[in-house]
């Protein structure tokens, strides 16, 4: 890298705790400057985050429109180089197209857009325009994770047999979105949220965690949804059964109504020869049980001799030595860092290395769309399976 | 109680696992001692246990038949009390009835019977005869479970309103039943195990689990069963979605080929107000996780002061004070020693406390067979669910 | 074994905790009967007692030696094999000495002796006469601690370099003997538990372990014992930095007044090629740490593929299969278990295998009343080091 | 805070893994920015350092003296704010107090200093200046570190009574400083690194979190240093016995040579009422252990209800909420951030909040380097006891 990459924002104001997520994300490795933004629908929070955030008045914008219009009207080294979307899903897709017409690169978190006709759309410009998004699935960025990843691809568990997704919260235990709660408030709206509310919000990131680590494609599943609040408008739990392309079942729990529990999504995949577990609550360890042997916990960061010694994009995306503990912002980090590198590599006229290239892009937000739409599909169906494509 | 109890045993020679730990259990209190047996249908291994286990070579029988018609000649002083049934799942019915209806009390192993009619027909003859059944749920003998039990009893967590229950073993990864292990060998064979494999032997422990702790009953449920090990003739996997009386839902997830597993049975209940957790493997802290709290970790055998006092049901089944891990032999011991308090109070013509009576008895046997019947019928069904009785 | 052995008990009356683990783990393997008992100094407790256990009225005795005399006198086939001693330290070695004496082997509760000279006399006596003497280090008894001791042995860790061994209790955080508690009131008495008081009763524990697990002796100690709790007349903590005999360092932490903490006894055992970790709340694992290496989780009861092999010495004290915890009631039961295997060889004039002499004998009770003069007298001296016999 | 503040290095070169721990902290709360520095004695890898990290190459300099210097006749808006100093310990001392005498503040890693004398006159220029130096004892940068603190302080233990602190690691287990490992080889060296090994290292560490939590002070001690690993110049292991300036006890451990172990930092202290237990490999766990009550587990970032709300110095060091860990890099950048807080709100004239000022400063890297002093002294004495002043 040459320079630091400029980084534009719609959304994420000083009140919403995603977009300080994002930038911490951004800032960590010294790779990105924050240059302008559009932080809120009200101008004077988007003003005061602006300050806080040391953006440039000048630089500040009304809305999604104005700043993509008079950005790409900079001089190239002072525009912006990527644009992070982190509006609720109902604003993502037309910020994002018009962002990537104008030559943006693209952050946008997940679910990718309102509706899977959007995110097929939006695939197509990305194809056409050969810019890149960056799709924020966070929990694909823990090295561990990573970790996992390679030991299925490298067959240390044999073909794959079973895989078990969960991710309960259990914030949405009550009414919260009648109590002021911004965050429940438009993820429980069918307008703003879309067709689902917890399987959009959290079991899409269950689904893509199964999808990535396993390397398998879920092709058939049976969903059980329920609205367990009394005077919600969407799903705030669900269940589902699954089957996977190569044969392998599952199953799949995302809720939000499972009290005293904060975000403990947990992934196993069993295949012939052994079991892997991962839980992001600890994120660090990556369980490893083979078949006639003790188990074992690999850990972020150490150096182990072979056969043991960690994937490279494990260590790729680690920042320091074994026992320091890495977190959830590293994760998100390692998502920022890689769409750095890899929309770097092509303003420098370089080849992304797989490593860099390892971020979920927009093919993973196309197929999050159409999880959703099979899941409520199932969930309204008396027939037992549905097929996903 | 005024004097041991005398004990019988069908099967549990000395190759078998579960014999033994049937007679642990039965031990361990100093409340029961063995007196006469049919260890197996090998003469040999059945006169070479009895020697090994001090039983007198006059009582050693042929087969269960011989048994129960000598002992009941036997002087009333000096034949057993009662019949431990410890023989694989095709010869549960007739030495319980036959015990039953010579007026010996009786101890059985899960899945209570073959099919579900001869479980109803046994339901019946311990109605009429008003002995004493005892069903060897297992998990159900743990302080801590029985502790789970009272909390929701004492609606600590509100309404409930999801249930996850999970008994993942790995131990049938491979063809094990071809490869001279005589566990794996009856199990996996549906004339001698019944019309289900895993849901038969462990899913039957799950759902017994999660109805005793919720005190709910499963109202629906929708199955989908898997033989993962080609060559095998019985499910060996199985995933379930359920739905409960109260309305609450739920996932059964029961494998066998979870590579890596030893025996993780883990149960979770979550309400309106909390949710807990328990796994056996770690079978002396309950997890209680109220909302707006730090998480709460009870142990055995602690005298907490109010309102974290312990149950009476909890300490009831607790022998040692706390820091010193009672295991599943304590648990399956707890079975045995409230089995054997209640049929003691019975001959001495008092009142069983509800604390003795708390262990699994022949409704749930019924209940248990029910289970395994329509998750067979499910899992052959294009419908997404199947009603439970 | 051609059959029971017959067990005689001084002490354990039905009020007293510790009678009714001895009982317990003399039971669950059917191995032991208990025909006589003077259970209490309390000539109504011990009825009574003899009553709920049921032991025949006319060999429930006045005092230790009316049993002894009276039991000397029986016939061979009748009369006690051997005798269990619970009562108070003080009462230790008068009963252990006379049981020996008239030909009775002994199972006693550590420490073995009140004093060191006390130790010395058994020791002597149990050499002269060739009869079996067990002391009740409990911890010894657990699979995982035989496995580490295996492991530690076969070189698997390199030359050991740091032992570290802690044992905090909280249950004398207040003045408790003050407040009825019988257990506290003895033990924190100087006439009746001796010159310390948490380091005589879990200090030696704690030492034994270390040593046991090693191989190592604890060559010099630095001690820093306390009274923390006002009012009390034995240190209820302590601290003890440590020296072995092959160089190695370690710290030996004792302490009941770690508020919170229930039985938490823990040992590290630092070697050239890794470490190991044993925690008694969580007795079925031993946590392996190699260089180089993921950590490894060592189970109880697994049927591992070499050189994961687990050790003969842990599998002969496992009597459940993988995943079925066993607890402190079955470390204890090994204990008694293999006095009896190693009574029995004897009486049939056989010669006991490793395995069965694989339990805590006087040489380890001398040894154990040797560190607590060594703690205590370095307590009191102003020098740094003072050496171990 | 108007504006980011100017970040000038000393030290922390691109293969440096400390300097690059120092930029991701400084960066991730987008309040720093980093504008010179003086990378490495080797002046290409200083280039290249700056190149990498986007620095202005005319702003990297030859050494310390000349950034200082230079950076001290630049104009008020353009000059550095603070120097960072990660360099081996024998060079802290001198650039901390140039860069103080030249009137900029000053990030210095731990040990502080080379010698105490050095540390009480970079005291008295702290002093004397008024300026603002942060010394980088990560550990109590931790959110639940700071909770735990906060509890003592609140008095929820009662009287402290014993604190065990111990700091595992096992990267020195072998000769690495003869293998190339540039880290152990300044750290082993007693030119480079001072009078100690371990104990400077992380046994100072140990000290202050030990000190931070408890708000107590060593008093006196009793050391038993080893040089374990031959050929080995330094202690690579210690133990130590404390007592605190409220008479409690206390054991200090810290070990290069735990094989296995990676940075496993353990903290407990007990009081009246319970005891507290933190964990750096698991650092959003706060294990509280209340006499009489089921363990709790406090956990960063949850809005408990009233009596169990977070203290304000565990929230005010949180970024994100419940559920998404939060890891050593953000502990690290807790210290950047709150000194970044004081020291803007010193050049905006206002008063800096406790919370804000809640960083190590020099006072506890005077009392590190007293602690070294009195450790070495102790393990060379042959009385048990040193004062600590």
Chains 1, 2, 3, 4 share one sequence.
């Not at 699935?137 to 073909?159: C, F, I, R, W």
């Not at 047999?161 to 009648?178: A, D, F, H, N, T």
């Not at 396993?214 to 589902?240: P, Q, T």
Request: aromatic content about 8%; overall charge negative.
């Amino acid at each position: 890298m040459k320079r630091k990459l400029r980084m534009g924002m719609v959304g994420g104001g000083k009140d919403a705790f995603i977009g300080s997520v994002h930038r911490i994300a951004a800032y960590m490795d010294g790779l990105v400057e924050l240059v302008c933004g559009s932080f809120s629908i009200d101008p004077q929070i988007s003003k005061d985050s602006a300050e806080a955030l040391f953006v440039a008045p000048d630089r500040v914008y009304k809305d999604y429109k104005e700043m993509i219009e008079k950005e790409s009207q900079l001089p190239e080294d002072v525009r912006m180089d990527f644009l992070t979307i982190v509006t609720p899903n109902f604003i993502h897709f037309a910020p994002a197209k018009m962002a990537l017409e104008h030559g943006f690169n693209v952050v946008i978190e997940k679910p990718m857009t309102f509706s899977t006709e959007e995110a097929i759309e939006l695939q197509e410009i990305v194809e056409r325009t050969g810019l890149t998004l960056a799709l924020t699935h966070t929990y694909s960025g823990y090295p561990m994770v990573k970790q996992a990843k390679a030991m299925v691809a490298n067959d240390e568990l044999g073909k794959v047999r079973k895989i078990i997704v969960e991710y309960p919260q259990g914030w949405l235990s009550r009414l919260s979105e009648r109590e002021g709660n911004a965050g429940a408030a438009w993820r429980t709206d069918p307008k703003k949220s879309g067709k689902s509310g917890a399987m959009g919000d959290i079991g899409t990131h269950a689904a893509h965690l199964a999808e990535y680590v396993s390397g398998l494609k879920i092709s058939e599943l049976c969903a059980d949804l329920s609205i367990v609040v009394e005077g919600r408008h969407l799903d705030d739990d669900g269940n589902v059964l699954l089957r996977f392309n190569n044969g392998a079942n599952g199953v799949l729990i995302a809720s939000q109504i499972a009290a005293g529990e904060e975000n403990a999504l947990t992934l196993r995949v069993y295949g012939e020869k052994g079991g892997i577990e991962w839980k992001q609550h600890d994120p660090n360890n990556l369980y490893v049980k083979l078949l006639d042997r003790p188990l074992q916990v690999y850990r972020t960061g150490n150096a182990y001799e072979a056969p043991y010694t960690l994937s490279s994009f494990a260590t790729h995306n680690t920042r320091i030595p074994a026992g320091h503990p890495e977190g959830l912002l590293e994760a998100f980090g390692n998502i920022y860092r890689n769409f750095v590198l890899t929309v770097s590599a092509k303003l420098d006229g370089e080849t992304p290395t797989p490593e860099m290239l390892d971020f979920p892009q927009v093919g993973e937000g196309v197929r999050g769309m159409a999880f959703v739409d099979r899941v409520v599909e199932s969930n309204q169906s008396s027939d037992k399976w549905v097929k996903v494509d």
